[in-house]
C-alpha cells in the first residue's frame, strides 16, 4: 500500500509531534519480533500511528489504530478499512477503555512514538510541550510517557523504536520505574537515527526496535548492563564489555567551587555525541566549568584526543560514556600527551613537548582505538 507521508506538518510541528516516517524494513522486523506472540486472542495497538505504515503489513489480527493529529486520522481511516482507528491524546487518562480493548484481550504494542526531551539542547528553540499527560506517567520526554502509558495498559507484549538512551542512560532508565518493574527487554535491534532524515540532521544516535515482555521479575540497571545488544547489521555489545572514563575523573562541576588563577578548566561531559558538539579544554568559568584535579590531567588529555578521533567510534556507541582502556592507554599515554600538546600550548606548563612526528603519533593513537574498539572500529 502507498502512504501519504506526513506532509501536512511543518519541521517544528514534525518536531513536536515526533511525526516521522517509518522505513517499511523497520516495520516488517516489528512484525518479526511479534510473530510468535500473535494468537486469535491478540490486539495489536499503535497508539501513536501517523498514516499507519506500521499496519501496512497483512495478518489477520484485530488491530487499532490512534493519532492525535486529525489529518492522520482521516488518512487512516481512508487507507485502512480493517482498522479500528481513534483521534485521541494516547497521554491523557489512559486505558484500555479508551480504545476498546477488553481486559483479557491479549494487548501488543507496536509503533514508532514521538521522543521529544524537551530538556535537551537539541533544537531546544523550537520544541515546546504543550500536550496533557497524565501524572503519573509524566516526564521531560515523550517517548519515556509513552512507554510508561504501555505499562498503565497493561500491555502483554510491546515492540516498539525508541532512543537506545532511555536504557543504557541510568537516570533516563529510573525515569523508567514503573514500566521496567513489569516489563523485561527480551531482544533488540539498534539503528541509526541518520535513516529518519528529518529527526537527525546533525549527530547520529542510537534508536532500538526493542521487544519487551510483560514479567513479573522486571528488570534492574545489572540487567541491562549484561543485555548483549545487537545492531540491525549484527554487532554485538554489552555495556559491561568496557570500562568508562567517569571512573577515573569527574565529568560534571562541583557547586559552589570558584576556580583559583592557576586552575584548569574543562567542559562539562555527558556522553560521546555531546563530546563531538562540546568543547573540551576552555578558558572561561561557567556553570558547565569542570576544575580539573591536575593529578588526572591524564584522563582530561585522553578525552580531549577522543574527541579529535570521534569518527573511529560507532553511531551505537553515542549515547555511551566515553570508553577507555586504562591499561592500555598507560601504555599509549605519551602519544595522546603529544597530540594533545600539538594544539594546545598551554599544555607544555604541565608536560614535557617532544619532537615526535605528528603523523607518527596519530598512527599510535589509531592503533590504541584499534585495540579498544575491535570489531567496533569505524574504518
Known amino acids: 500500500m502507498s502512504l501519504t507521508l506526513t506532509t501536512h ?7 513536536n509531534l515526533g511525526a516521522f516516517y517509518t522505513p517499511r524494513n523497520y516495520v516488517l522486523i516489528v512484525w518479526k519480533m511479534i510473530k510468535n506472540f500473535l494468537d486469535k486472542n491478540s490486539v495489536v495497538l499503535d497508539t501513536s500511528a ?15 489504530a490512534n493519532d492525535i493529529d486529525k489529518i492522520a486520522y482521516n488518512a487512516l481511516k481512508t487507507n485502512f478499512k480493517d482498522l479500528i482507528i481513534f ?27 514521538p521522543y521529544n526531551d524537551t530538556t535537551s539542547i537539541i533544537r531546544n528553540n523550537i520544541k515546546e510541550n504543550k500536550i496533557e499527560i497524565d501524572e503519573d506517567i509524566k516526564t521531560r520526554d515523550y517517548g519515556i510517557s509513552f ?14 523504536l525508541h532512543p537506545l538512551s532511555y536504557l543504557i542512560k541510568k537516570a533516563n532508565f529510573n525515569l523508567l520505574k514503573n514500566f521496567n518493574k513489569n516489563y523485561k527487554l527480551i531482544e533488540s535491534k539498534i539503528i541509526d537515527s541518520k535513516t529518519f532524515k528529518e529527526t537527525s540532521k546533525g549527530i547520529s544516535f542510537p534508536i532500538v526496535i526493542a521487544l519487551y515482555i510483560k514479567n513479573k521479575d522486571g528488570m534492574d540497571y545489572e540487567y541491562i548492563k549484561n543485555f548483549e545488544f545487537e545492531t540491525i547489521n549484527g554487532k554485538k555489545f554489552k555495556l559491561n564489555d568496557f570500562d568508562y572514563i567517569s571512573n577515573y575523573i569527574r565529568k560534571y562541576p562541583l557547586k559552589n567551587k570558584i576556580p583559583k588563577q592557576d586552575d584548569i578548566l574543562f567542559w562539562t561531559m555527558r556522553d560521546l555525541n555531546a563530546l563531538k558538539r562540546n568543547k573540551t579544554f576552555i578558558d572561561k568559568f561557567s556553570y558547565n566549568s569542570i576544575i580539573i584535579d591536575k593529578e588526572k590531567l591524564d584522563y582530561y588529555v585522553y578525552v580531549d584526543v577522543v574527541k579529535q578521533f570521534s569518527k573511529v ?4 556507541f553515542g549515547n555511551l560514556d566515553v570508553i577507555i582502556d586504562n591499561e592500555l592507554f598507560k601504555k599509549y599515554k605519551i602519544y595522546f600527551i603529544q597530540e594533545a600538546l600539538n594544539r594546545w600550548e598551554f599544555l607544555k606548563n604541565y608536560y614535557k613537548y617532544e619532537s615526535i612526528n605528528i603523523n607518527f603519533v596519530r598512527k599510535k593513537i589509531i592503533e590504541y582505538f584499534k585495540e579498544l574498539l575491535g570489531n567496533h572500529y569505524v574504518y
Open 313 to 316: 567510534f560507532p553511531y551505537y
Open 147 to 160: 512507554l510508561l502509558s504501555y505499562a498503565k495498559l497493561n500491555a502483554d507484549i510491546i515492540c516498539v
Open 9 to 15: 506538518l511543518n519541521y517544528k510541528e514534525k518536531i
Open 87 to 113: 483521534n485521541k491524546n494516547a497521554l491523557k487518562n489512559v486505558s484500555r477503555k479508551m480504545f476498546h480493548i477488553k481486559k483479557n484481550e491479549k494487548l501488543i504494542i507496536i509503533g514508532n512514538p
Open 50 to 64: 501517523g498514516y499507519g505504515n506500521f499496519f501496512s503489513i497483512d495478518v489477520d489480527v484485530k488491530k487499532v
